[in-house]
């Protein structure tokens, strides 16, 4: 971590908003000056404005913000809406023919939908799910490739009340399952497969998989025709969508929904043990996830808005499935893998649809850099005015490459921190008028109330002093809670310091200016690709294989990815010979992908005799976070039991 503090410390760069951008910029600097003094002012007042300009109300809610149940938070708690006629209705009028989603398929097929096309798919599919029973508060899972037809599921559930949970097409069946279960869902979309890196995934098989044994809540599966191979179909529990969807009516009358009503859990990792269902509210999320689409990207009419996020995580469900919606934008759908056939996929597909506004992870522009100027040299880029980075810190030299390379010198580049919890960006430039600092994410939006405290959680006052990142008032796209599990919730977020503040699990320090600097995880969480794995998670996944007896994983630092999982094994019985060494990893890094998706696979695995333990029995984590980045060892190690294993533990 010191060496974080060191690297970003050297960062002097500054870059003002280019004159040309914030000239035409919806936001100017006095715009955003008198939101932040209305925030300051009354905050209640000022979320309360917002939220009655920004949202269709079919109730006017008459209260902000109930707090009688803190840190449980409640925002517009008497109003009513329908998230998906504010997504779709609202546009028809004035956006019935304007294009709302572009999409590319992996094979290059390319599919445009209005906003009058896409009213009434989500329409039909709404209607297929009443047909099968879904009601107001039901759970449907959805398991499907970056397509069209998961926007469509996503706003359809929310246009009848359903609560939907999207699980990621890299999970395994066990993930989908595990998620299934928690959630206890009546129905899954999913689709037979989906492309990827020219590859089918084979999604209907997953989901067949995780059905087999368990998942008894789920009735009915409804599956997309995409891949075309051939996949087994359950007489009365599964539907294909060309069946069910497509013979419905192309209206749908909204179910009208309590403020509060969840809109959508989502799963995500967390220090121990099993993955937390995230549960948002519909009014609060919808709101932060319209207003951050609209200042943090500047959106407009004639723009083309590329968020490359799969819709199974955060990302592609705020700025995917309901934000650049809800702000009336074109967005662009892509399918698979960034660089397939070739490295200059991506660049390839912004030149086609003329994309204006791209949104990507640090690790797919490390990837992308990597592979030489030359590429994206070949595309015309010259419509992309903005730039957008999300998942993870960028580190400064990738920064200065998507700056020049990708953005030609002249586009901003807002660097957005946010989490599955927040539900929408908290801290990040306003493109026309923040100037921003390789590395930084600047400044809080205004509302949000971000502080770095230490351990005590008071606030840290030195510039460059890091400590925790907390927010210190509830706002409206909070989680509420996770699902079935409310202590968690408190005892994750708010325990820490007493419940007087959110604690979003990051470290972060303030430079001179006030600037965030996010340093990276506090707890047991690796930042893998952009994605976020428990380390407890994997542990677990490892110990379940026979072989197994005992299993440590930590975080390495890795050029692309940001960090790699490392981890060490410890072996039921005999440790095995170096012959079967090598076929035993092999095993278990398909185990671990297996049970988890191939994302959390083990980078590196060492089988070890045993794990260095302090005398009250905990693995010394830091040892082998140590070992595993190959650094020398400055911890007392005279207590391990058997030194000797220090050896086998650098690989030895
Ligand atoms: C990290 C993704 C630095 C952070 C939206 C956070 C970032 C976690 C940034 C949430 C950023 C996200 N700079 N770090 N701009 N954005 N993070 O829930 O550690 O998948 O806590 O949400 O990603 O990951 P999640």
Redesign the pocket.
Known sequence: MSQNIESVLHEQRVFEPPVAFSRSARMQAADLERLRREAREDPLGYWARLAREHIHWQKPFTRVLDDSAAPNYRWFTDGELNVSVNCLDLHLTERADKTAIIFEGEAGDVRKLTYGQLHAEVSRCANSLRALGIEPGDRVVIYMPLVPEAVVAMQACARIGAVHSVVFGGFSALSLKDRIEDAGARCVITADGGWRGGQIVELKAATDKALADGCHSVEHVIVLRRSGQAISMQEGRDHWWHDIVATQASVCEPVWVNAEHPLFLLY?SGSTGRPKGIQHSSAGYFLNAKLTSQWVFDLRDDDVFWCTADVG???GHSYVAYGPLAAGATLVLYEGAPTYPDGGRFWRVCAAHGVSIFYTA?TAIRALMKLGDEIPAAYDLSKIRLLG??????NPEAWMWYHRVIGGGRCPIV????????GAIM??PIPGVTATKPGS?TQALPGIEAEIVDDEGRPVMAADAGGYLVIRRPWPSMLRTIWGDNARYIETYWSKFQNRYYV???SAHRDADGYFW?M??IDD?L?VA???LGTMEIESALVAHPRVAEAAVVGRPHEIKGESVFAYVVCKGQRPSESELATLKIELRAWVGEQLGAIAKPDELRIVENLPKTRSGKIMRRLLRAIARGESITQDVSTLENPAILEQLRGG
């Open positions: 995500t995580w955060i990302t640090p980075s999300v998942g993870e810190p960028i660097d957005t921190w946010w989490q599955t919890e927040t801290i990040a994410c979003a699990g990051d996010i990276g995880r969480v930042n952009g994605h976020r």
